[in-house]
């Protein structure tokens, strides 16, 4: 194992499962934390704010701050401003992407503007699809938070913000660009935030497409723990492999 | 020109535009009954009832019973009961489809369905689509009325029945059957309610895409009138080509 100064953490799946929390997490986090590590928690969930990930971690015992949570709305919003801060954005979400896209200043809006951001919303409506659909065709730059196309309920698998993102990409004929996990536009962000290079980072996760496959994409090391998402069982057939996988996160040492 | 016993019929684009009527329309349904033609008008509207239907048409002064009205939610309706007259049904869309649904004494349930039916709501929740995806991640059979991607509408192109579909696809990763046109269920439907052979029919629309290759897959010959969605200008690049083009209804001669 090498030595690394900084981890990205996902949630779902790695810290917790769903409403239960993964008995290793807070030993690992409280261990990262001792060794001098940096950390973020990185999470495609668009719905939340910071401060509400943080909330519910703390609440699992599981050490966090708000400073420590990035979400993919957080993502989106800094990708935004990052092109052009005076940008006009009509979003679809709940208040996780509006609190991300007010803290980065942006002009919420529903004509004439810059970008659409499509993120999950129980709350939609064919007035909002049908709005974004002809702010699109009318030259608007296209945004989704994620492509998750199924979200894991209690209740079972509920459509996920991929899903709701391809009415506008089937109706229209235009493809979004996607912020989150597995893409790169998320992952290239959180590193800078830690301010370190890709080669001193280490990004863990429970889902081989997602968390795995963006830090493959990203360049950097990556560390699969088999308590979510992909089984070990999966591991002789996933191309490229994750550096490490391990079945919980007490087996993981910091060096 | 050959002879044809009995007309296949679009709306949109070939009996009026929207709310306006095309002027050739009245006179080309009168001609085509005094010649003693038997037709169906046949829409993949899926939100009206038939008697709706033959109303909006006869105050554009165009003759029209609403036994002469066949759209894709009577198709989606006939189709489930030819299968399983027991089914019991989970149907998203509007008056149409439910009118279609209960005329064939079908059991609308959101449990233990046998098929999920999709087809235009402009009141479309996030809890219809989870359901309908839960659904037919247990199974059930999935139609859609029709694949149309884009509603022309006077304030611009909004969301069409495919692109609400794809959520449910997209999510599921379960591929619908459509019902409507292009698709040939519909087609073979309308040609049987006339009791003629495909070669005694003629399937007359403005749209290539959807009236003219429904009735070329139907194996009908097809006169394509552009009053509408397709232009005469595309006719060079149309591959297989219609059996006959004209500009307006007024052309056409029956024989």
């Known amino acids: 194992m090498k030595a690394y100064d900084g981890y990205l953490i996902d949630l779902d799946g790695t810290m917790y499962l769903g409403k239960e929390r993964i008995e290793a997490a807070p030993g690992f986090i409280q261990r990262l934390k001792d060794a001098g590590k940096k950390h973020l928690f990185v999470t495609n969930n668009s719905t939340r704010t910071q401060e509400q990930v943080a909330?519910?971690?703390?609440?699992?015992?599981?050490?966090?701050?708000?400073?420590d949570v990035f979400t993919t709305s957080m993502a989106t919003a800094a990708f935004i401003r990052e092109h052009n801060p005076a940008s006009r954005v009509f979003a679809i979400g709940e208040e996780g992407l509006f609190d991300a896209l007010e803290k980065e200043e942006l002009t919420l809006a529903e004509e004439n503007c810059d970008y659409v951001v499509i993120g999950l919303d129980t709350s939609i409506t064919y007035e909002k699809l049908a709005k974004a659909c002809l702010l699109v065709r009318a030259g608007a730059k296209f945004l989704s938070t994620n492509s998750d196309r199924a979200l894991p309920t209690d209740?079972?698998?509920?459509?996920?913000?991929?899903?709701?993102?391809?009415?506008?990409?089937?109706?229209?004929?235009?493809?979004?660009?996607?912020?989150?996990k597995p893409e790169n536009i998320m992952m290239e962000q959180a590193r800078k935030l830690l301010d370190l290079n890709k080669e001193?980072?280490?990004?863990?996760?429970?889902?081989?497409?997602?968390?795995?496959?963006?830090?493959?994409?990203?360049?950097?090391?990556?560390?699969?723990?088999?308590?979510?998402?992909?089984?070990?069982e999966e591991l002789p057939f996933l191309d490229p492999k994750p550096t490490y996988t391990i079945d919980t996160l007490t087996e993981w040492e910091f060096k």
Chains 1, 2 share one sequence.
Do not use: H, W
């Open 200 to 232: 001193q980072v280490l990004m863990v996760g429970d889902n081989y497409l997602t968390d795995i496959t963006a830090g493959i994409r990203a360049g950097m090391d990556t560390l699969m723990v088999c308590t979510g998402f992909t089984r070990r």
């Open 155 to 180: 209740a079972g698998l509920m459509p996920g913000n991929g899903a709701i993102t391809a009415v506008i990409s089937v109706s229209t004929g235009i493809e979004p660009t996607f912020i989150g």
């Open 55 to 67: 909330a519910k971690l703390r609440q699992m015992d599981i050490a966090a701050e708000p400073e």
